[in-house]
């Protein structure tokens, strides 16, 4: 299976970054222009997608583009997402994460190689991923929706990448 990856253009990743670091989704046009041409550009081979499409829009655009046959809804709790974002702590010069009670750094607060200092993402804080992830569920329920009713939809339920993976794996392997 290919992952699509997009390099951003200078002017075009500082929008996104704006939109992000704010808690807000990045418009469905940027989307779209981002995600389009690199598409195309694998369309006759197997490619994964994760966060894409996030709105209804999206998801129309992108089937008429290019039919979608099997899409991945993972449900995990909102608890469960915002205790692992509280964890999450960042060494922002070489993005190394760290989360605390799973991947914790030797030094409490510090980066292991360096020993500077680890920050909160702006877009990883409490407050801003719940709205988030209000604004997730609003946006997202039509494109699950639209995805269930043409049959592509899979659901996976769980707390841990351990409880959930083994079923992820076995559903792409009838795919593939």
Same mark, same amino acid.
């Given at each position: 299976m290919h992952c699509v990856l997009i390099y951003l253009l200078a002017d075009l990743g500082r929008e996104v970054k704006r939109y992000m670091n704010s808690g807000s989704f990045v418009p469905d046009d940027t989307m779209i222009s981002l995600?389009?041409?690199?598409?195309?550009s694998v369309a006759d081979r197997n490619w994964l997608l994760d966060g894409f499409p996030r709105t209804l829009t999206q998801a129309e655009r992108l089937?008429?583009?290019q039919p979608?046959?099997?899409?991945?809804?993972?449900?995990?709790?909102?608890s469960v997402i915002l205790d692992r974002v509280k964890s999450r702590w960042v060494h922002l010069p070489s993005g190394r994460v760290y989360s605390i009670?799973?991947? !914790?750094?030797?030094?409490p607060g510090k980066d !292991?190689?360096?020993g500077e200092p680890l920050s909160q993402r702006e877009d990883d804080k409490p407050e801003v991923v719940q709205r988030r992830l209000q604004d997730y569920v609003?946006?997202?329920e039509p494109v699950v929706r639209f995805y269930r009713e043409i049959g592509v939809l899979k659901d996976f339920?769980?707390?841990?990448? !351990?409880e959930m993976w083994p079923k992820i794996r076995n559903c792409i392997a009838q795919y593939f």
């Open positions: 995600i389009g041409e690199e598409i195309e089937q008429k583009l979608i046959n099997l899409v991945m809804n993972l449900v995990v709790p909102t009670g799973f991947n !914790d750094p030797r030094v !292991d190689i360096t609003t946006k997202t339920h769980g707390n841990t990448t !351990d």
